[in-house]
Every structure is written in structure tokens, then in C-alpha cells.
């Protein structure tokens, strides 16, 4: 008979050389942890910045057979260093890892609330992320294959190129940077796009940007960087990256704004993987599935869970109350998209802010964006 599964927190300061040696082999050993949020570089940076950090080790016996690198907000347990955390999981070797489910039960919040969870799933919704894989051959017999499938897609975007060119001067682009001011101006783009949006200011913390900054410093094959896209001496795209041995993940685009009808993020994600593949890149993951762009990117998908489990109780008695009164009111369809909209936004909110005054205020704009949003959903649903 197996023995039960028990938990040890610690801090990340607190594991051993032999814990990280461990967690090295078990992210090696398992395929569906290949992606650098995974690494022991990742948690051991996140760790330096991000509020409330701390690994759940998990036992067997006298062995250890996983880890969870976490975040406490209260009663809520959230990914280390969400809500930038794409995907996340327990480390473990394949046939050792528990489910979802499972590891709710084991942890010590109120509720655990996952938006990427890889691993053995349960509860919650599934979410599809999507990624362009490469050939061993690189970037050329995809580009091919991509464009002969997508013929008018991408012959529309080489069009693009040669207006953006004809408009500016010549397209270059240059990735691998690590220059803070390129990371400023990567901030900024997106702390202006969540202000049109509506939606929370995931920088405004503070801590999320030391974290993007710690990673930018990491050396060896795991860190973040920069690519580029100028035209002539005007600066058009950029986006900040995660990447390790042959995984590179597109994390923060940003163009500038006016430029929209020469898709310079679009030209700067074909050049990227061009010269990323020069380095050994195959894996270039898009995060989860929206984007019109991405399909005609991506060759492949994995499938994710998003769930909130939440130990019984009053609140979630209340929640599920509310819930069906909101699915009373527009429909059991739109009720779950604003429902999720909603759950999303508070995960943000919870997951950035320490401060209460930073909460509420958060919490004001989100609930104003709802609010906008909520008279066409009860409209259609008339």
C-alpha cells in the first residue's frame, strides 16, 4: 500500500543543495515540465521578489517526490509569482505527480487558485497554449510549410514589411537584449494597453517589475531578453522573453501605438524565431490560444487547467449562490464568460497586491470595467 502523501513548507532559502539537485533531475527527467517556468532559476529568482514566497515539499515516506513553488495571499495560495506565472505545477517525476484535486487537499490555504496547471488535472476548466515547434532543420522548411498552408496570411505580411520599409527605411531586428531601457519602454506600452483595456495594471505593484529586471540578469542557458524590431531609426516592437535550452517563450509584446497597419509585432515574432532558431531554439510557445495571429503561427497545443478549488464553507456556499443568480439573469453561456472575466481580474488583483488600499483600488477599476461590459451582456441575453 502507498503511503500517504504528507507536505513540508519551507522557504526557498531553506532547500538544500540535494533539493535542488533532485528538482533538477525530476524537470529533466519529465517532458511536461520542459518549459523555463520550471527550472530552479526561475523559483529561485522569483523567490527573491515576490511577497510570500515558498516551496511545498512533498513526502513519501522518507523520500521526497515533488515540489510546488507557491505564493500565500491571505487564506489563497496562488503560483509562485502570479499572475505573471504562465504554467505551473509540481515538479516530480512523471508517475509521482498528484492531481490537482489532490494537492488542494494537501496544502494549507483556504483556496488554490491555478490559471496554467500542468500535471494530472481534476477540477476547473481546460485551457489550451499553443506553440510553433520546429524542425530539427529550423526555421526555413517551417516558414515553407506555414506559408504554404497560409499563403494570403503571410504574403500579407511580407507586404507589410515592404510598406513598413518604404515608410521608414529598413526593418532590423535584434534579440538577446538586456538593456533596462528597453524594458521601460516595454512596461510602459503595457501599463498603457491595461489603462485602454480596463485591466489591472499588473506593474503598478512593483514587485512584478524587480522580477522582469532579476530575470534579465540570470546567465548561463535559463534568463530573460529582449527582442527588437526597428524600421530606419524608429524603434516599432518589442517583446520580453523567457527562455532555456531549447524552449524560447514569448511573454510581454508590445508595438507602438500607430502602427498597427504594418503588424510590427507580427514581423517581429517571424524574425525572432529566424534568428532564435540560428540558436538552437525549436519550442517557441505562445502562451494560451485568443490571439487571431497565433493560429497561423502554431503546429502544436497542450492542454491546462484554470480552477479555483476552494476548502467548503460559507464563502464557497456564497459563491455558488451567486452564481446561479448571475446564470439566472443573462444565461448558463454568458454567465460563465463573465464570470471567468470577473474570477480572472480578482486573481490578478489578489495575486500583485499586499497592500488592502492597493486591493480595493484595484478592485474599484476592475468592477467599473465590468460595469461597462455587463449592460450589453444582459441586452443580448434578452
Not at 515592404?162 to 521608414?168: D, F, G, I, T
Not at 485602454?196 to 530573460?224: I, K, N, P, Q, Y
Not at 500583485?352 to 450589453?376: I, M, Q, S
Amino acid at each position: 500500500m502507498n503511503t500517504a502523501l504528507k507536505v513540508e513548507m519551507l522557504g526557498v532559502d531553506a532547500l538544500s543543495a540535494d533539493h535542488w539537485a533532485l528538482w533538477n533531475r525530476m524537470q529533466v527527467a519529465n517532458p511536461a515540465l520542459s518549459s523555463p517556468y520550471f527550472r530552479p532559476e526561475f523559483t529561485r529568482i522569483a523567490a527573491g521578489v515576490t511577497p510570500g514566497a515558498r516551496v511545498a515539499v512533498l513526502h513519501r515516506g522518507e523520500d521526497v517526490v515533488g515540489f510546488f513553488p507557491h505564493q500565500k495571499r491571505g487564506g489563497a495560495i496562488q503560483p509562485l509569482a502570479a499572475p505573471l506565472n504562465d504554467y505551473h505545477g509540481i515538479i516530480s517525476h512523471p508517475e509521482a505527480a498528484p492531481t490537482l484535486n489532490h494537492v488542494a487537499d494537501l496544502l494549507d490555504g483556504n483556496r488554490l487558485n491555478v490559471s496554467g496547471w500542468v500535471g494530472p488535472g481534476g477540477a476547473g476548466r481546460v485551457r489550451e497554449a499553443v506553440m510553433a515547434v520546429l524542425p530539427d532543420a529550423g526555421f526555413e522548411p517551417w516558414y515553407a510549410e506555414q506559408r504554404s498552408a497560409q499563403g494570403k496570411y503571410f504574403k500579407d505580411k511580407e507586404r507589410a514589411r515592404r510598406s513598413l520599409e518604404a515608410e521608414l527605411g529598413p526593418v532590423r531586428v535584434e534579440m538577446g537584449l538586456r538593456d533596462p531601457d528597453l524594458l521601460t519602454q516595454v512596461i510602459d506600452l503595457k501599463r498603457d494597453q491595461y489603462r485602454r483595456s480596463g485591466l489591472h495594471d499588473v506593474f503598478a505593484c512593483g514587485w512584478t517589475v524587480r522580477l522582469l529586471e532579476a530575470l534579465m540578469e540570470a546567465g548561463g542557458d535559463f534568463g530573460a531578453s529582449i527582442a527588437a524590431l526597428w524600421a530606419g531609426d524608429r524603434l516599432c516592437a518589442l517583446e520580453y522573453s523567457l527562455h532555456a535550452d531549447s524552449h524560447y517563450h514569448f511573454w510581454f509584446p508590445a508595438y507602438v501605438p500607430g502602427l498597427a497597419r504594418c503588424s510590427p509585432g507580427v514581423l517581429l515574432s517571424l524574425e525572432t524565431m529566424r534568428k532564435g532558431s540560428e540558436k538552437g531554439y525549436r519550442v517557441f510557445d505562445f502562451g494560451f490560444g485568443g490571439e487571431h495571429y497565433k493560429k497561423y503561427f502554431c503546429n502544436a497545443s497542450r492542454s491546462l487547467r484554470e480552477a479555483v478549488i476552494q476548502k467548503p464553507g460559507l464563502k464557497a456556499s456564497m459563491g455558488g449562490a451567486a452564481a446561479a443568480t448571475l446564470e439566472t439573469l443573462v444565461g448558463p453561456v454568458r454567465s460563465e464568460a463573465l464570470r471567468t472575466s470577473l474570477r480572472r481580474r480578482w486573481s490578478a488583483i489578489e495575486a500583485c497586491e499586499v497592500d488592502g488600499l492597493a486591493r480595493v483600488r484595484g478592485v474599484a477599476v476592475a468592477a467599473r470595467a465590468a460595469l461597462r461590459k455587463t449592460p450589453d451582456i444582459l441586452t443580448a441575453s434578452a
